[in-house]
């Protein structure tokens, strides 16, 4: 019976692991991210770039903060002359791994044949940084045409400013 009982308290404290570890958004809400960039697709178009990061309320833990959230999503927009391009099964799961930020599982579509999928990372400009920024420089795999990229920087330009915790 005490062997049970170990083996119960041990699955227990290994199922909790995780959760111990979990990045932390404060506070939770909605952060807007604005900026122009240089979107290539076998050319460079300077377009203005947006990405929404919605963080829910988590349920009441030990954090003790009021409001934040271990989960959180992003909604890229691009407009001006990069505006025919879209982002196909919004929003994205957001992760971060204590330096970037990555929007996972991306799929632009365009007017052209073909598409863009894969990651978009930013360099999280950090906690104090004022406004808070994402310095992006990704490429992205093309199917049916060359890959994309996306070089710029953005800034926080709605909302408190975000903080994250790994």
Do not use: E
Not at 23 to 52: E, W
Not at 83 to 88: P, R
Not at 125 to 140: I, K
Request: overall charge neutral; proline content about 8%.
């Amino acid at each position: 019976m005490k062997l049970i009982s170990a083996i119960c308290a041990s699955a227990l404290a290994l199922a909790g692991a995780d959760s111990a570890h979990a990045t932390t958004y404060t506070p939770a809400g909605t952060s807007v991210f604005q900026g122009t960039v240089i979107f290539t697709k076998g050319a460079p178009f300077s377009c203005p770039f947006k990405i929404t990061i919605t963080v829910p309320q988590a349920a009441p833990d030990a954090h003790g903060t009021a409001s934040h959230g271990h989960v959180a999503t992003a909604t890229p927009v691009f407009s001006g002359i990069c505006a025919a391009t879209a982002f196909n099964n919004i929003p994205y799961p957001v992760s971060f791994d204590g330096t970037n930020i990555s929007l996972q599982n991306v799929l632009m579509i365009f007017v052209a044949p073909g598409t863009c999928s894969g990651t978009i990372v930013g360099s999280w400009g950090g906690n104090t940084a004022m406004p808070r920024n994402l310095s992006v420089n990704t490429s992205l795999t093309g199917t049916m045409s060359p890959p994309c990229t996306i070089v710029g920087t953005l800034n926080q330009v709605s909302g408190l400013p975000l903080n994250i915790t790994p």
